[in-house]
């Protein structure tokens, strides 16, 4: 198994070099609670609640797809999903992650993203989340933490969304809940790692 960094400040330390990096910005918020879910930003009375619903929708998508990564998106006013996609990554079209697709279809239908939580079984890439700080997404929300499924042995670019946030200049940040439904999104990355190991034997 290839190496992994155990801890977002291990990996802030050494992929930064010189160049110094916020302590609060390597390390979970202070807002974590007993059962692993942290909260940052403003949340509107329901909104949280709605979130947290919306992240089996999201794991049904992630299921459909070849590589189980799912992303549904929550309107802020009403808590319906009113889009969703899989991870539909192809040689063709590496950018195609499930986060990338829901941010299409939104543009497409004319959905802006300041009224619109991003709901994902996985903590978005760096890639996804530089687009959905772009979009100026209103929040986001995300399952099992890069940080985790990369120690299970699954490649990923395991800069934290936050930190990513924490240097943006576009304006105000997105709300986050972190570490939302593992019970449902873990078992998919703890899937793709057996299949990764198999794949990597043969």
Do not use: K
């Not at 189980?68 to 802020?76: I, M, Q, R, Y």
């Not at 009403?78 to 899989?86: D, F, L, Q």
């Not at 040689?91 to 994902?120: C, F, N, Y």
Request: charged share 15%; proline share 8%; glycine share 10%.
């Amino acid at each position: 198994m290839t190496p992994v960094f155990c801890t977002r400040r291990r990996f802030l330390s050494v992929a930064s070099g010189a160049v110094a990096v916020p302590a609060a910005a390597g390390s979970a918020p202070s807002g974590e609670r007993p059962d692993g879910q942290w909260w940052t930003g403003q949340w509107p009375a329901g909104l949280r609640a709605a979130a947290v619903r919306a992240m089996p929708a999201a794991v049904a998508y992630a299921r459909s797809g070849r590589w189980p990564f799912g992303a549904v998106l929550v309107a802020a006013d009403t808590g319906e999903v009113v889009a969703g996609a899989a991870n539909t990554v192809t040689d063709a079209d590496p950018t195609a992650h499930a986060e990338m697709s829901v941010l299409r279809s939104a543009t497409a239908r004319g959905l802006p993203m300041s009224r619109h939580v991003m709901v994902s079984t996985a903590e978005p890439c760096p890639m996804c989340a530089g687009a959905l700080l772009w979009a100026g997404a209103r929040a986001v929300v995300f399952g099992t933490p890069s940080t985790r499924i990369a120690a299970l042995g699954v490649p990923q670019l395991t800069l934290p969304f936050e930190t990513v946030a924490h240097h943006s200049t576009l304006g105000p940040h997105p709300a986050v809940g972190g570490g939302v439904r593992t019970d449902l999104t873990d078992p998919l990355y703890r899937a793709l790692a057996r299949r990764h190991e198999r794949g990597r034997a043969g």
